[in-house]
Nanobody, 124 residues
Framework: VQLQASGGGLVQAGGSLRLSCSAS????????MGWFRQAPEKEREFVAA????????YYTDSVKGRFTISRDNAKNTVYLQMNSLKPEDTAVYYC??????????????????WGQGTQVTVSS
């Protein structure tokens, strides 16, 4: 199983980026997926998660109204649209797949697989 994250980069405050994470190795349409991030010298923290069928989403408070998570099960891909970016959003962003459909994806222990991470840098 492999997760390939892409779409990170350098953007000015107020700008937008769209992260993508493609899974290969098997089908994950029955599993919640999500994004975490880790800033330098900080713990990896939850950002957003989406249920296996895409109908339920969860966000950390700091990104609500600015970030949108979505998924395309036909492509085994999860996305994170990030708008109105702030310097405090700067981090390495990791996508993950949970251990099963019953996991909401808000906790690190919910996840079985992680991608390699993609750097997002927001300049002020």
């Amino acid at each position: 199983v492999q997760l390939q994250a892409s779409g990170g980069g350098l953007v000015q405050a107020g700008g937008s980026l769209r992260l993508s994470c493609s899974a290969s190795g098997r089908t994950f349409s029955s599993y919640a997926m999500g994004w975490f991030r880790q800033a330098p010298e900080k713990e990896r923290e939850f950002v957003a998660a989406i249920s296996w069928f895409g109908g339920i989403t969860y966000y950390t408070d700091s990104v609500k109204g600015r970030f949108t998570i979505s998924r395309d099960n036909a492509k085994n891909t999860v996305y994170l649209q990030m708008n109105s970016l702030k310097p405090e959003d700067t981090a390495v962003y990791y996508c993950g797949i949970t251990r099963g459909g019953r996991y909401r994806g808000e906790d690190r222990d919910d996840y079985e697989y992680w991608g390699q991470g993609t750097q997002v840098t927001v300049s002020s």
